[in-house]
């Protein structure tokens, strides 16, 4: 089978209720391999149960982890596939979901199994003790994943008094890097990425007909113009 159609098919499987979504089978193998597919070959195969694949198992190991040894070579992901988790997020945080989509493009390209050398993981690239503060339990998970960095950025916004800079620099950096009402830190890393963040941002809004970063939420668009 193609595999970013199992990909595909296994992603969508995963975001449906128990019991509603297309039968997939797995086996592992000698190795202690999973192998997924949706018409299983021979006997080894076995129905797979889903809340188990979407959640850390017993074992210690996570869906991303079960998922990826199983691969072979990297599969593009699409940004639609998450827009509804991105609207709902945003809603609930008060941003604009092209910020979170911006962010989401330069942290992950819309990976949600992506890895980091510094072990941040996920689609908003979550640190484990970040995630944990804020109520992530498994940051391979698309929703939860978007869901928690909504609410960091939200934490960071409020921390930074709306200055988009310094809270885009704090996600990269680390709040204890970044001096509130300060300029942006002097880190070459950090300030790259909130450039690029930024400019994702305003293509984003541009692409949909809006002002460039005109917000109603508590950002204040000023501060921009120390990224320039």
Avoid: C
Avoid at 139 to 154: E, H, V
Wanted: proline share 5%.
């Amino acid at each position: 089978m193609n595999r970013l159609l199992l990909y595909s098919l296994l992603l969508a499987a995963l975001s449906l209720p128990y019991g509603a979504a297309a039968e997939i089978y797995v086996y592992v193998d000698q190795n202690g391999v999973s192998h997924y597919t949706n018409a299983p070959t021979d006997g080894r195969y076995k129905k797979a149960r889903l809340e188990a694949i979407s959640t850390p198992s017993s074992t210690g190991m996570s869906a991303r982890e079960a998922w990826q040894r199983s691969r072979r070579g990297g599969v593009v992901q699409s940004p639609t596939a998450y827009e509804h988790h991105i609207r709902k997020a945003a809603l609930s945080h008060e941003i604009d979901p092209l910020l979170l989509k911006a962010i989401i493009r330069n942290e992950s390209n819309f990976d949600p199994f992506a890895v980091s050398t510094k072990g941040a993981q996920g689609l908003m690239q979550l640190m484990p003790d970040t995630a944990r503060r804020m109520r992530v339990r498994n940051s391979f998970d698309p929703m939860q994943n978007i869901y928690g960095g909504a609410r960091y950025l939200r934490t960071l916004l409020n921390s930074y008094d709306g200055n988009l800079a310094l809270s885009l620099a704090a996600y990269n950096a680390g709040p204890g890097n970044v001096v509130k009402n300060g300029s942006l830190p002097r880190i070459p890393e950090t300030r790259e990425y909130v450039r690029r963040v930024i400019q994702s941002y305003r293509s984003y809004q541009q692409n949909a007909g809006g002002t460039p970063v005109s917000l109603s939420t508590n950002i204040k668009v000023g501060k921009l113009v120390t990224v320039n």
